[in-house]
């Protein structure tokens, strides 16, 4: 089985009282970076993940992080990592 390597996006609809917090927990989060929107409480997220099943587990993460009122996945993509010699 070759590796892969998963890239997404998400925006994250938030509590915007909840910003801080949100991104410490989305933070703490293997892979996950929050790219913008903390002012308005829609933040731009991305996933580096090396499964499918990886993508779901960390978007499952963010949608119980208290605060968060939705994560929607925008973009997905993966392709094989080649294999050093």
């Known amino acids: 089985m070759s590796a892969e ?3 997404s996006s998400l925006v ?3 509590r915007p009282e909840r910003v801080p917090e949100i991104m410490i927990g989305i933070g703490a989060i293997n892979g996950a970076e929050v790219h913008g929107g903390q002012d308005t ?4 997220v991305t996933l580096e993940t090396d499964t499918e099943s990886q993508v779901v ?3 499952n993460a963010i949608q119980l992080l ?3 009122l939705s994560a929607t996945l925008v973009f997905h993509h ?3 990592v080649p294999e050093r010699e």
């Open 57 to 59: 587990e960390r978007i």
């Open 12 to 14: 994250v609809h938030t």
């Open 41 to 44: 409480g829609k933040l731009i």
């Open 78 to 80: 993966f392709e094989p």
């Open 66 to 68: 208290d605060g968060v």
């Open 5 to 7: 390597c998963h890239i």
